[in-house]
C-alpha cells in the first residue's frame, strides 16, 4: 500500500443569473477541501528521500472594491502576498464574475496576476483590463460592475473573506437638453388653445440614452397667472432608451381665454430635472412665451341717467360709471365731461369736468357690478334759482372700451335753501284831493336772483272803505331774474276825492308770497295807507250852518240873498287852502229848480300857525361801533300836513368821518296829523376807533325852510358822547388756576395777573385787586382778581385762583393687584381684574390705572385691552371698603391655538402719584386664557384619496391633505403613516419609492381653503424590475396632543398610490407558418399573429413591423413597408392576437404559383420575437379567371389540299412570358404552299385553333358563335358611408350589335371579402334590371347604369360589400365571366379604428368616495395614422346599467376633436415620365398617380404644361388642368387621375415635337406654409444697430429650395422709415433650404440696419412683406410682414399742459400747475428747463405769483409722468370782478419740446363771496 498525502481541491461558486451576485465581506466564493489519508496513521511509509518544502503563499486581494469612471479606459487589479516575499515569480489566477455589468461596458484578457521574485505585490498588466465607455446614459452611480475573483493554487492560499474586488464602473456622461421649439413663439390669445413645446437632446452622437429619462416643462407665469391665463403649472416629457442627438419629444401648454382686458403677458417655459446625469442648456434652457392680448372688450355706462344734489346742503356728487360687461386686467380709463348746454352756468353753479378720468383698476368685472366714481362739485351760490341741469357725456380713447348705447346722463341741481326777503315799506300818507294816488313799493331787502319770484300785494280795509276812498287792487309783482339787494317793484293805488267831511281814514296794503324761496320778514309784511281828510272840519274850521234862505213875492232875476259863516282861527299848520261846501235844497221841490246846488269856500291858511320842534334830548351817549339813534318832536302845535326839518352833524371832540358817519341836512318829516309830543327819528352810525382812549363828543343841530317851524332855542342842539367800544377794554385774568403749596415746605405763595388787550392800542395804566374769598376748606383758599377801572374786563374762565394746599408726603395710601394670576375659560365673555388697598385711607378719589399688555394673547383678537381707569372714592380704606375692579372683555376666536396670556399692570395715575404707592412685586395679574379645544376643532381629510402612476413615466406624485373647516392660531404638524394595502402587495420604501417628508404642516391662521393645503412628494423608483402592482397606503395620523382638537375625516383618511409596472415585456409571433390565398379572389388578407404577456401588463406603447424576405409583383409592397403594429400600453389581457393587412394584386396576368415570406421584426427591447413564428409564407395560387385570348389573326386563306396546295399539319404557337394584349401579341407559324402548276379556281383551307391541353385553363379561343359580349364597366367601388350618398353601377355593350331590345337581370350575392350589406338598412338598388335599346352599337352610348343609393345608419360596424352580379339566359349573349359583377365596399364613418384606441370603458367608483371629491379618468389612444384626412370627430357618451349610479344628462357625452397633423400627406407622381403620341391622335392622356400615402378627403394638383418645340395652341392646346384625387384613394391601389390634353394635327412636315408637363399641388392642398417669425419689433435708433427679421416654415415639408421676396410696405402705424436715411435692408431675399421640415431651425433671416440720422423727428416704421408666386407655397395672411418701430433717439422729451383750464377761488392760497410727459426717450439723461409766461386781466405780484421757470428730471421720465409747480393766489379783499390769466411754457433745449396746442392754460380767479363795501 502506498500512503498518499493529503491532497486539496477547490469549491468555486459562480452565479448563472445576472440577477444574482456573489461574494462580500462575510462570506467567500469558494471553499478548500483537503483529503486527509487516514492509512498515513496506520501504516508506516516506505522512507523516501524527503522532498523540498513547497511553501504556500497567502494571497489577497488589496481592496474588496474599486470605482472607475465610464471614461477611465483600463483598470489596474492588485494582489498582496501575506507571507511574502515570494522567493520566485508567483502567478495567482484570476476569474472574472459578470455582474451587472456587461460586454458592452468591459472586457478583459486578464487570466493571471504576477507578483514578482523578491515582491510582496503585484498588479495586473496595464490594459488587460479595458472599461468601455458606451456613450450610454444609464441612471447614476454604481448601475454598473464586475467582479474579479482570485483563484487557490499549488502555492496559492486565497483567503474566502478577501478573494475578490468588486469594480464598479461610475456613469460619466451627462446628457444636454434644451428647448427646440415654441410653436408659436407668440399668441394672439383666443385664437389657438395650445402651444406646441419641444425639447430636445443637444448632446452630440454618439451618446445614447439607456435608460428612459424624464425632465420637467415648468411654466411660470411672468406677468400671466396660473388656471387664469395658462394651464398647466408644469408637465413632464420623457425621451425613451435608444434616443441620441436630436431627438424631440413635446408637450402642450394650454392658453386659456380669459376675456379680460389686459396687457401682454409672459410666461417663463424653463426645462427641469432631478437628475445628476442630465444636464439643462444654460442658452436653451428657458425662453419667454407671450400671450397676446385679443383685445378684449368691456363696456361702460353710466350707473343712472339721472344724478341729483342740493345746492347748500352737498357740495359735490359723485358721478359713477359702471362696467356693464367684461373684466379688467389693467387700469383702463373713461372721460366724463360736462357740456354747457343744461340751465346750470359753468364755474357759476358748477366747476366744469373736460375729460375727468375715471379709472377701473384691475380686478374690475362686471359679475361684481363694479363702478368707479368722480367728485363733481357745486358751486352754493346763495342765488334763488330754479333747478339747473348740467349734461354729461362720457367718452372713451381706447379701442377696449365700448360704450353704453346711451353715454349721457343729466345732473340736477336742486337749490330749496336760498332765499331772498322780500319787505313792503311805509308807513304811507296821502291827503284826499291833494294825492291822487299812494304808489306803494315792495323793496329785495337781501339776496341775489338766478330766477323770477312773484309776492302779491292786496289791499286790506281798516276804517276806509275800498272803491270809495280808495282803489282796492291785488297785484302780483315780480322780481325777474339778476334783482339784487336794493331793488324794488311799485304799484299805484288810486285815492278817490270825496265831498264828505270825515276823519282820517285807514287802510293797508299786505305782501304775501307762495314761493318758498321768498321770505318776508316780520315788520314787512304790510304797511298802513293814511288818507288825510283835506275839507276844513266844521267847529274847528268854521261853525256850521242850518238856515233858510227866503226869497219873497217880489223877488225877481238877479236878485241876491247872502248869509254869513264864521270862519274858526284853529291855531294848526295847515295846507294853503281847506274848503268846505255850502249845499243848497229847495223845500218847494214844485215851484223852484236849483241850477247850482253847490257852493265851495276855501278858508286860506293864515301865517301864524306854527309849529315848535326841538330834539327829545340834549345829551346822548353811544358806544362805538354802534349806531346813535336822534328824535326830533313837535314841542307844541299840530300838523295837518307834511313839516320837515333838517339835521346836520358838527364835531367837538370827535373827528367826523372817522369816529362816526357825519350828516347834511337829513330831512325829517312829521306826517300830517303830527301834533304835540309827535316824534321823528334817524341814526347815525358811530365807527370803531381802535385806540383805547377817553370819550369823545359832537354835536346835532336842526335846521328850518318851512316858514310853519319854529326851532325851540335850547333843544335845538343836541350833543352826542361816543362811549369808548365794550371790546376796547384791557382784560385781566390770573395767572394761574391752580396754586400748589405743600404743608411745612411752602410759607408763602405768589399770585400774578396778566394782562390782555382784546382791541385797539392801551395809551395810559390800568389797575386792579386780589379779593380772598371765604372758604370753608383749610385746605382750599379761592383768590379772585377784580377792578374799578372802566376799560378793565376781568377774564371770567381766569377770575380765580384755587390755592390747594397738599398734605406732606407721609400722607399716602398703598394699593396692589388682588390676584397675581387668573385664568379664564376663552368661552367666558369677561374676566375681572380688581385692585386693594393695602394700607392707608382716603378722603378725596384717587384714580389709578391698570393697563394690558400681549404675550400670546392679541389685543383685539383674544381680548379687548388698552388703559382703563379706577378711582377709589372719599371714605374707602385698607381696613373697610378696600376694592375696585374692572371687567375685560374675552373674545372667543373660534381657532384652534394654546392656551394664551397677557398681563394687567397697576400703574399711577399722574394727578395721584404723591399719595399713591404701589406695590412693586404684586403690580401685575398674568392672565392665561383657556383654550377649549373640542369647541375650537379641525377638520382635516386627504385632498385625493387615490393616485394611479406608471413607474418610469410619473416622478412625483403629491400627498396632500386640506384644513376644510376651523381655524388655525399655531402651526399644525399631522404625521404621514404608511400601512400595509389591502388591495394588493404593499410598496416597500426605498425600493419603489421614497418620501420626501413623514408629516405635514399646516401654517398659522390658514382657513379652510384652497390654499390651506400642505403637501409632500413622493417620488417613484423605477426599478427595472418586472412585479406586480404595488400599493402605498399614506394615512393621516394625529398627535397625543391634539387628539381632541384635530379632527381626520374617517373617509378620507388616507392616500393610496397605485404604481403600474412598466418593466414587462411581450412575445409575440405568427399564428400560422403558411397562408394559401388566390389571386383575384383573395384581394388583401389579414397577416395575424399572437401577443403574450405572462407577466403582467405593458405600460408603454410597443411596437412591431413585417419585412418581405422575397419579392413578388402580386404583392402591394407599400403595404407591407408601411405596416406598423402598435401594441398599446394598458391592455389587459395575458394572450390577445393582432392583424397587418397586406394586400393582393391581381394582374390578370397568366402566371405561375408565387411564394413570398414575411418575417416579424421590432426595435423595441421589450418586444421579444418568438423565434418559432417569426416567419410566415404565402402561397399565391393563380386565380381560374386569368387567362389570354387568342384568334387567328386571318380568316381565311385560299389554298385547299393538305399535300398538294399546302403542307398542313398541326404546329405549336408558344406565348412567352412577357407578351401581352397591349404589347408583343403575335406568334406566327409559316405555312408551306405548293404551286402545283395546275389552272384551278382559288381554293380554300381552314385554320383551327385550339388551346393545348396543358394550357387549357388559361388559354381562351376568341370564339365567334356569341354575337354579342356584355361587361360590367367598373368591378370595384369603395364609398365612405354618410359621405357619398351613391353608387352608378354600369354595364356596357362590349361586342356585337343588338337587334331587339335587351332586359338583363341584376342579382345581390353574398361577398367573399367580409360582411355582406343589408338592404334596406345599409343600402337600396333603384331597380334590379338593365336594359339595352335595338341597335346599339359598341361606342360610348351603348352603356346603361342604375344608382345605388348608399344608407347612413349611424352604426359602427365593419366595412359591408354589396356584389351585383349580371344574369342572361340567352345563349346568344355572352357575359366575360371577370367583368360580371360589380363590387361596393361601403366604409363605416361612424368610428375609426386607426384613429383610436378605447382599451375598456369600465369606470369604477370605489367605496367611500366622496360627492364633489372623486374624479376619474379614461385613457384614449390616439393613433397616428399618416392618412390625409380631414379632423376627426369621437363622441364618447356615458351610460351604466346600475341602478345607484345616475348620470346627468347635461355631461352624459364629450367630443374629441382629433386634428390632422401636419405631416400626413401623399406623394403624387406622373404616371409615365415619357409619352409618344401621333400627331393623328386627338388627344393624348396624361396620368399622374399617387405613389405614398391614402386619402381620406379630396386633394387636387394641378398638371401644367410648357411648350419644349411643340407650340401651345398649334400644337396642343395646353393650360393648368386640375387633377382631384378623391376621399379612399392611396398608393396601394395605384390611384390614377388622367386629363386629356388636345393633340392638333398641323397638317405640317415636321420634326417630333415635345412638350413637358409638370406636377403641382394647388394652393389648398399645398402644404408648405410659411410666415414671419415675429410680426412686430421696436427699437431705439443709436442704441440698436440692427434688427434680426425671421420668416420660418409653419407647416409641410420642402421638395426644393423655396425663395421668398421680401417687399417694403407703407406704413399704416405712421411716417414709414426712408431706405439709406433711416435703415438698410441687407438682402432683399429668403431662402428656404429643401427638405427642411418644420421646426425651429427652419428659419431663414435678414438684418436690418437701423442708421442714426441725429435728427429730432416721429417715430418712423418700416414694414416688410413676404411675397412668393410659387402656387405650392403658402404665405400665411396673419404672418405675412413685420413693422420694425424706429424710436428717435435724437430728441425727445415732449409734454403738454394736463389741463387747459384752472377755476379758482381768490382764497384758495395755492393752486398746481401740472404737465405730463407725452413722449420721452430712453436716452435722454439730462434736467430740462421750462420758461414760463403769464399774461391776462390779473396782475402778477398782486392778484397771483409764479415762478419764472420749471426745472423737470428727465432721467427717469416715463410716458404719463406728471410734475407740477405751485401759483400762489393773492387775496386782495377788495370788491372786483372774476380775473384770469394764462400760464404759457417754452424750452430753448432742442432735445425737447411742447405739444403746439398743449403750451398754455388758462386759470380763472373767482372773486369771493366776503369782499363787500360796509355801510
Known amino acids: 500500500m502506498i500512503v498518499a498525502p493529503s491532497k486539496t481541491f477547490t469549491v468555486n461558486l459562480y452565479p448563472s443569473d445576472s440577477l444574482v ?45 474599486i470605482t472607475v469612471n465610464e471614461s477611465a479606459g483600463s483598470v489596474q487589479i492588485c494582489v498582496t502576498v501575506l507571507n511574502g516575499p515570494v522567493s520566485n515569480n508567483l502567478q495567482v489566477n484570476v476569474q472574472f464574475i459578470q455582474g451587472t455589468a456587461t460586454a458592452a461596458d468591459y472586457s478583459h484578457t486578464l487570466t493571471k496576476i504576477t507578483v514578482n521574485s523578491g515582491a510582496s505585490t503585484g498588479c495586473s498588466v496595464a490594459n488587460t483590463i479595458t472599461v468601455i465607455d458606451d456613450n450610454l446614459i444609464e441612471g447614476g452611480t454604481g448601475s454598473e460592475y464586475f467582479i474579479v475573483q482570485l483563484q487557490n493554487g499549488t502555492s496559492v492560499l486565497v483567503p474566502y473573506n478577501r478573494s475578490s474586488t468588486n469594480v464598479t464602473i461610475l456613469e460619466n456622461h451627462v446628457v444636454m437638453f434644451g428647448l427646440w421649439s415654441i410653436n408659436p413663439t407668440t399668441l394672439l390669445e383666443g385664437s389657438l388653445p395650445l402651444v406646441s413645446i419641444c425639447a430636445q437632446i443637444l448632446s452630440a452622437s454618439p451618446l445614447t440614452l439607456g435608460i428612459p429619462v424624464t425632465i420637467e416643462v415648468k411654466f411660470t407665469g411672468i406677468t400671466a397667472t396660473y388656471e387664469v391665463d395658462f394651464n398647466p403649472s408644469a408637465v413632464n416629457i420623457t425621451f425613451w432608451t435608444g434616443d441620441t442627438f436630436g431627438a424631440r419629444n413635446c408637450t402642450n401648454l394650454y392658453i386659456i381665454q380669459d376675456n379680460i382686458i389686459e396687457d401682454n403677458e409672459n410666461v417663463l417655459i424653463s426645462l427641469k430635472s432631478y437628475f445628476s446625469y442630465v444636464g439643462i442648456s444654460a442658452s436653451a434652457g428657458s425662453a419667454i412665451f407671450t400671450i397676446i392680448e385679443d383685445l378684449d372688450s368691456a363696456t361702460v355706462g353710466f350707473t343712472s341717467s339721472i344724478f341729483t344734489v342740493t345746492e347748500g346742503v352737498q357740495s359735490s356728487c359723485q358721478i359713477c360709471i359702471q362696467l356693464l360687461t367684461g373684466a379688467i386686467g389693467k387700469a383702463v380709463s373713461a372721460y366724463v365731461t360736462t357740456s354747457a348746454l343744461g340751465t346750470g352756468q359753468p364755474s357759476v353753479d358748477y366747476i366744469p369736468l373736460s375729460e375727468a378720468e375715471v379709472v377701473f383698476q384691475p380686478g374690475a368685472s362686471a359679475l361684481q357690478n363694479s363702478t368707479s366714481c368722480i367728485n363733481f362739485t357745486i358751486i352754493d351760490d346763495i342765488v334763488v334759482e330754479s333747478n339747473e341741469t348740467v349734461p354729461l357725456s362720457l367718452s372713451s380713447t381706447l379701442p377696449v372700451i365700448t360704450l353704453q348705447a346711451s353715454s349721457t346722463a343729466t345732473v340736477f341741481i336742486y337749490d330749496p335753501f336760498d332765499y331772498v326777503t322780500i319787505g313792503i315799506t311805509g308807513p304811507m300818507f296821502v291827503t284826499e284831493g291833494v294825492n291822487l294816488s299812494a304808489t306803494i313799493c315792495a323793496h329785495l331787502l337781501e339776496g341775489a336772483l338766478g330766477r323770477s319770484v312773484t309776492v302779491l300785494a292786496n289791499t286790506v280795509n281798516f276804517t276806509a272803505i275800498p272803491g270809495v276812498a280808495y282803489e282796492e287792487k291785488s297785484i302780483a309783482l315780480t322780481f325777474t331774474t339778476g334783482k339784487i339787494t336794493g331793488d324794488s317793484q311799485c304799484f299805484d293805488i288810486a285815492i278817490y276825492r270825496t265831498v264828505i267831511v270825515k276823519d282820517t281814514e285807514f287802510f293797508s296794503v299786505n305782501l304775501t308770497s307762495s314761493d318758498f324761496a321768498v321770505i318776508i320778514p316780520p315788520g314787512y309784511e304790510s304797511t298802513i295807507v293814511t288818507i288825510y281828510n283835506d275839507p276844513a272840519n266844521s267847529n274847528r274850521d268854521y261853525a256850521p250852518l242850518n238856515t233858510t234862505i227866503t226869497f219873497n213875492s217880489l223877488s225877481v232875476q238877479g236878485q241876491s240873498l247872502c248869509i254869513d259863516i264864521d270862519i274858526l282861527y284853529d291855531n294848526n299848520v295847515e295846507n294853503a287852502s281847506e274848503y268846505f261846501y255850502v249845499n243848497l235844497n229847495s223845500v218847494d221841490t214844485v215851484h223852484t229848480l236849483i241850477q247850482i246846488p253847490q257852493a265851495s269856500v276855501f278858508i286860506q291858511e293864515d301865517t301864524d300857525d306854527v309849529l315848535v320842534i326841538g330834539f327829545v334830548r340834549t345829551n346822548y351817549s353811544v358806544y362805538e361801533s354802534y349806531l346813535a339813534t336822534i328824535c326830533a318832536v313837535i314841542i307844541n302845535g299840530t300838523a295837518e300836513r307834511s313839516v320837515s326839518v333838517f339835521a346836520s352833524t358838527i364835531p367837538t371832540l370827535a373827528i367826523e368821518n372817522v369816529d362816526y358817519i357825519g350828516l347834511q341836512n337829513k330831512e325829517l318829516t312829521f306826517p300830517p296829523g303830527s301834533s304835540t309830543d309827535s316824534s321823528v327819528c334817524f341814526s347815525i352810525a358811530i365807527n370803531n376807533n381802535t385806540e383805547i382812549q377817553s370819550d369823545r363828543t359832537f354835536s346835532v343841530f336842526l335846521q328850518r325852510t318851512d316858514p310853519a317851524v319854529v326851532l325851540f332855542p335850547a333843544k335845538m342842539v343836541a350833543t352826542v358822547t361816543i362811549k369808548l367800544n365794550p371790546i376796547d377794554r384791557v382784560v385781566l385774568g390770573m395767572q394761574d388756576a391752580i396754586l400748589i403749596a405743600r404743608e411745612g415746605v411752602n410759607t408763602s405763595i405768589i399770585l400774578c395777573s396778566v394782562l390782555k388787550v382784546l382791541s385797539g392800542n392801551l395809551t395810559r395804566s390800568v389797575s386792579g385787586q386780589f379779593v380772598v374769598m371765604n372758604s370753608t376748606d383749610k385746605e382750599h383758599i379761592i383768590i379772585q382778581l377784580t377792578s374799578d377801572d372802566s376799560i378793565v374786563q376781568i377774564d371770567a374762565n381766569f377770575q380765580t385762583t384755587d390755592v390747594v394746599i397738599l398734605e406732606d408726603d407721609q400722607d399716602y395710601v398703598e394699593v396692589q393687584m388682588q390676584h397675581t394670576s387668573l385664568n379664564v375659560s376663552e368661552e367666558n365673555s369677561t374676566l375681572t381684574v380688581c385692585v386693594i388697598m393695602t394700607s392707608g385711607a382716603l378722603e378725596k378719589s384717587i384714580t389709578v390705572n391698570l393697563q394690558t399688555h400681549s404675550i400670546t394673547a392679541i389685543d383685539g383678537r383674544d381680548f379687548i385691552g388698552g388703559r382703563f381707569a379706577l378711582t377709589f372714592t372719599p371714605g374707602q380704606s385698607a381696613t373697610g371698603n378696600n376694592l375696585q375692579c374692572l371687567n375685560i372683555l374675552i373674545i372667543n376666536d373660534h381657532t384652534l391655538e394654546y392656551d394664551e396670556t397677557f398681563i394687567v399692570t397697576l400703574e399711577c395715575s399722574v394727578q395721584d402719584t404723591d399719595v399713591v404707592r404701589i406695590s412693586y412685586t404684586e403690580n401685575t395679574t398674568l392672565v392665561s386664557i383657556i383654550e377649549n379645544p373640542e369647541a375650537d376643532e379641525v377638520h382635516i381629510r386627504m385632498t385625493k384619496i387615490y393616485y394611479k402612476v406608471v413607474e418610469g413615466e410619473l416622478l412625483f406624485v403629491p400627498i396632500c391633505a386640506v384644513l376644510y373647516q376651523g381655524r388655525l392660531g399655531h402651526d399644525l404638524t399631522v404625521t404621514l403613516v404608511i400601512l400595509n394595502s389591502s388591495l394588493g402587495d404593499t410598496a416597500l420604501l426605498g425600493r419603489d419609492y421614497t418620501m420626501q417628508s413623514e408629516s405635514l404642516t399646516f401654517k398659522y391662521d ?127 389581457f395575458g394572450v390577445t392576437s393582432w392583424c397587418v393587412p397586406v394586400y393582393i394584386n391581381d394582374d390578370n396576368s397568366v402566371e405561375n404559383t408565387e411564394q413570398f415570406t414575411l418575417q416579424l421584426v421590432s426595435n423595441n427591447l421589450q418586444v421579444e420575437i418568438d423565434v418559432n413564428h417569426s416567419t410566415i409564407t404565402v402561397n399565391i395560387n393563380e386565380d381560374s379567371d386569368d387567362y389570354i385570348e387568342i384568334q387567328m389573326q386571318y380568316t381565311s386563306e385560299t389554298v385547299t389540299l393538305d399535300g398538294k396546295d399546302y403542307i398542313g399539319g398541326q404546329f405549336t404557337l408558344t406565348f412567352v412570358t412577357g407578351q401581352s394584349a397591349m404589347g408583343e401579341n403575335l406568334q406566327c407559324f409559316d405555312l408551306i404552299i405548293i404551286n402545283d402548276h395546275i389552272l384551278e379556281t382559288n381554293e380554300t383551307l381552314a385554320v383551327t385553333l385550339n388551346s393545348s391541353r396543358a394550357d387549357s385553363d388559361v388559354v381562351r379561343i376568341l370564339s365567334t358563335q356569341w354575337e354579342l359580349i356584355i361587361v360590367m364597366t367598373e368591378v370595384y367601388y369603395e364609398v365612405v358611408e354618410g359621405e357619398q350618398p351613391e353608387v352608378t353601377i354600369c354595364a356596357a355593350l362590349y361586342q356585337g350589335e343588338l337587334r331587339h331590345n335587351l332586359t338583363l337581370l341584376l342579382s345581390i350575392l353574398n361577398s367573399s371579402l367580409g360582411d355582406t350589406a343589408l338592404p334596406g338598412r345599409d343600402y337600396t338598388l333603384q331597380t334590379q334590371t338593365l336594359t339595352f335599346i335595338s341597335n346599339e352599337s359598341l361606342n360610348i352610348s351603348s352603356t346603361h347604369c342604375i344608382n345605388v343609393v348608399i344608407l347612413d345608419n349611424n352604426l359602427p360596424e365593419n366595412t359591408r360589400y354589396i356584389t351585383i352580379g349580371l344574369i342572361i339566359d340567352s345563349s346568344d349573349i355572352a357575359i366575360v365571366p371577370e367583368r360580371n359583377q360589380t363590387i ?38 390616439i393613433l397616428n395614422d399618416t392618412i390625409v384626412e380631414d379632423s376627426q370627430l369621437l363622441t364618447l357618451q356615458l351610460v351604466s346599467t346600475n341602478p345607484l349610479v345616475v348620470v346627468d344628462g347635461n355631461y352624459s357625452t364629450t367630443t374629441i376633436n382629433i386634428t390632422e397633423d401636419a405631416n400626413d400627406y401623399i406623394e403624387v407622381q406622373m404616371q409615365y415620365k415619357l409619352l409618344s403620341v401621333s400627331e393623328e391622335n386627338t388627344t393624348a392622356t396624361v396620368c399622374a398617380m399617387v405613389t405614398v400615402g391614402v386619402l381620406e378627403k379630396s386633394v387636387s394638383v394641378v398638371l401644367q404644361t410648357h411648350s419644349v418645340t411643340a407650340i401651345d395652341g398649334k400644337d396642343y392646346i395646353g393650360g393648368q388642368f386640375i387633377l382631384t384625387f378623391t376621399s379612399g384613394q392611396s398608393a396601394y391601389d395605384n390611384s390614377v387621375q388622367c386629363i386629356s390634353l388636345i393633340v392638333l394635327n398641323d397638317n405640317t412636315l415636321e420634326n417630333n415635337e415635345t412638350v413637358l408637363i409638370t406636377l403641382n399641388s394647388t394652393q389648398q392642398d399645398a402644404v408648405v406654409e410659411i410666415g414671419m417669425v415675429q410680426d412686430y419689433y421696436e427699437v431705439v435708433e443709436g442704441q440698436q444697430p440692427s434688427v434680426t427679421i425671421c420668416a420660418a416654415v409653419y407647416q409641410g415639408k420642402l421638395g426644393f429650395d423655396v425663395v421668398v421676396l421680401l417687399t417694403i410696405v407703407n406704413s399704416s402705424l405712421g411716417d414709414t422709415a426712408t431706405p439709406g436715411c433711416d435703415y438698410t435692408l441687407n438682402a432683399q431675399t429668403l431662402i428656404f433650404i429643401y427638405n427642411e421640415l418644420n421646426n425651429i431651425n427652419n428659419i431663414s433671416c435678414v438684418n436690418v440696419t437701423i442708421l442714426e440720422d441725429n435728427i429730432p423727428e416721429n417715430e418712423q416704421y418700416i414694414t416688410i412683406g413676404l411675397f412668393n408666386e410659387n402656387s405650392n407655397i403658402v404665405i400665411i395672411p396673419s404672418r405675412n410682414q413685420t413693422t420694425i418701430a424706429i424710436l428717435d433717439g435724437d430728441a425727445d422729451f415732449v409734454i403738454k399742459m394736463r389741463y387747459s383750464q384752472y377755476v379758482v377761488d381768490e382764497t384758495v392760497g395755492l393752486v398746481a400747475i401740472c404737465v405730463v410727459a407725452v413722449d420721452s426717450t430712453p436716452s435722454m439723461r439730462k434736467n430740462v428747463t421750462f420758461i414760463i409766461t403769464t399774461n391776462g386781466t390779473a396782475t402778477a405780484g398782486l392778484d397771483y405769483i409764479v415762478q419764472d421757470s420749471i426745472t423737470v428730471d428727465s432721467s427717469h421720465a416715463k410716458i404719463g409722468d406728471i410734475f407740477c409747480f405751485n401759483v400762489t393766489i393773492i387775496d386782495d379783499n377788495a370788491v372786483g370782478n372774476d380775473l384770469y390769466f394764462y400760464i404759457s411754457l417754452a424750452v430753448h433745449d432742442s432735445n425737447a419740446r411742447i405739444l403746439p396746442n398743449n403750451s398754455t392754460s388758462v386759470v380763472k380767479i373767482m372773486e369771493d363771496t366776503i369782499d363787500c363795501l360796509r355801510p
Open 1006 to 1132: 390658514e382657513s379652510s381653503n384652497t390654499s390651506s393645503s400642505s403637501c409632500v412628494n413622493i417620488t417613484i423608483i423605477d426599478d427595472n424590475v418586472p412585479e406586480n402592482e404595488r400599493y402605498i397606503t399614506v394615512g393621516l395620523s394625529v398627535a397625543l396632543n391634539d387628539l381632541g382638537a384635530v379632527f381626520i375625516v374617517p373617509e378620507e383618511n388616507e392616500t393610496v398610490v397605485d404604481i403600474l409596472d412598466d418593466d414587462h415585456g411581450i412575445t409575440i409571433g405568427f399564428n400560422e407558418h403558411l397562408i394559401q390565398v388566390t389571386e383575384g379572389v383573395n384581394f388583401s388578407i389579414n397577416i395575424c399573429g399572437f401577443v403574450q404577456s405572462l407577466t403582467g401588463i405593458w405600460k408603454r406603447n410597443l411596437t412591431a413591423s413585417l419585412i418581405a424576405l422575397n419579392s413578388s409583383s402580386d404583392i402591394d409592397a407599400n403595404s407591407i413597408i408601411n405596416s406598423n403594429i402598435l401594441f398599446a400600453s394598458l391592455l389587459d
Open 1384 to 1421: 361596393i365596399a361601403i366604409l363605416d364613418d361612424d368610428h375609426d379604428l386607426e384613429d383610436y384606441i378605447l382599451p375598456t370603458s369600465k369606470i369604477l367608483f370605489p367605496s367611500r368616495s366622496i360627492s364633489g371629491g372623486t374624479m376619474w379618468c379614461q385613457a384614449i389612444y
Open 21 to 65: 451576485a456573489v461574494g462580500d465581506r462575510a462570506f467567500g466564493t469558494s471553499v478548500v477541501v483537503t483529503i486527509i489519508n487516514i492509512d498515513s496513521y496506520k501504516v508506516t511509509p516506505t522512507p523516501t528521500p524527503t522532498p523540498a518544502p513547497t511553501i504556500v503563499y497567502t494571497v489577497v486581494m488589496n481592496t474588496n472594491s
